[in-house]
């Protein structure tokens, strides 16, 4: 049974940072993508960045490029997000998601998510 789990989440002040932890367990498929998303109250998910196997392909949302970081540590079967510079409109529940192949910014794609972790960012 695949199981994802995230970490990190909490309340900052704007301008601040955040470093967001995920793990994804019992896959059968020797390599996989890992995904960030995240969900306002009343808004749809949306994607903010993923991350290829290798770690050399990383995509990002047009709104969080330049501040928010995606790398991961396959020996430590961790992926991380890195946020600065954080704004109060970064405010959500954050998701970790897995899928086979690439990365993608197609939330379907994704096979096993995990139960998030909120950001909460003030002004």
């Known amino acids: 049974q695949v199981q994802v789990v995230e970490s990190g989440g909490g309340l900052v002040q704007a301008g601040g940072s955040l470093r967001l932890s995920c793990t994804a367990s019992?896959?059968?498929?020797?390599?996989?993508?890992m995904g960030w998303f995240r969900q306002a109250p009343g808004k749809e998910r949306e994607f903010v960045a993923a991350?290829?196997?290798?770690?050399?392909?990383?995509y990002y949302a047009d709104d969080v490029k330049g501040r928010f970081t995606i790398f991961r540590d396959n020996a430590k079967n961790l992926v991380y997000l890195q946020m600065n510079s954080l704004k109060p409109e970064d405010t959500a529940g954050y998701y970790c998601?897995?899928?086979?192949?690439?990365?993608?910014?197609?939330?379907?794609?994704?096979?096993?998510w995990g139960q998030g972790t909120q950001v909460t960012v003030s002004s």
């Open positions: 998601a897995t899928k086979p192949g690439d990365g993608s910014g197609w939330s379907y794609e994704y096979d096993y």
């Open positions: 019992g896959r059968t498929s020797s390599t996989y993508a």
């Open positions: 991350i290829s196997w290798t770690g050399y392909s990383t």
